[in-house]
Each structure stands twice: as C-alpha cells, then as structure tokens.
Nanobody, 123 residues
C-alpha cells in the first residue's frame, strides 16, 4: 500500500509558475514509476508527465513540453512537477500517480492515486 499526498496547487496568473509536490509513504518509493495526471471539468483524466524509477527517463504530453518539468527525489520519497509559463488551459485538478515496477515513464497503468490538488490559471 502506498499513500500519495499532493501539495502546491493554487491560483496563479497566466505566465506564472507553480511547483507541485507529491509525498509518498508506504512501500519503497524507488520501486514505482511516478506521474502527474490532470483532469479538467467535463474532460477525461490524462497523463501530463511521467518519470521512471531511477529518474533517468521522462515523458511529457505535447501540450506541456518545454514548460513543465517532472523530477523525483527517491531519498525523500517525493516527486515534483515544476510548471512554468502557465496558461488558462492548464486549469485542472492535478493528481499524483504511482505504478509499481513499471519500466516506462509513459504510464499506462496506475496502482495508486493521490487525492488531487486544484490548479487554476487566470487570464
């Protein structure tokens, strides 16, 4: 069992930045591929960024490439999402996700979800 707790969401103006954090507890953090999904009202939840277990491989959705950076600190059992140049279209609930023993940062399966944190970008 793994518990994921997100923090760092909030309200920001377009062009601004936010840094999301996800602290994990439970089983060995380095055993999990980690990712961030977002879900806007009326839309499906979709993968924004993923990172493999060692942190050497990452995936980004086309909509966030060059603006968002995912990273992890296995010693702190924490994964981060640095979001720069935010746009109103980035407004959504952001969820941290974990996949046990996954090898690809493009997460096709999720074993655990966080509770979500709201990100709102005003124009």
């Amino acid at each position: 069992q793994v518990q994921l707790v997100e923090s760092g969401g909030g309200l920001v103006q377009a062009g601004g930045s936010l840094r999301l954090s996800c602290a994990a507890s439970g089983r060995t953090f380095s055993s999990y591929t980690m990712g961030w999904f977002h879900q806007a009202p009326g839309k499906e939840r979709e993968l924004v960024a993923g990172i493999n277990r060692s942190g050497t491989g990452t995936y980004y959705a086309d909509s966030v490439k060059g603006r968002f950076t995912i990273s992890r600190d296995n010693a702190k059992s924490t994964v981060y999402l640095q979001m720069n140049s935010l746009e109103p279209e980035d407004t959504a609930v952001y969820y941290c996700a974990a996949n046990f023993a996954g090898s690809s940062p493009y997460m096709r399966n999720v074993d655990y979800w966080g509770q979500g944190t709201q990100v709102t970008v005003s124009s």
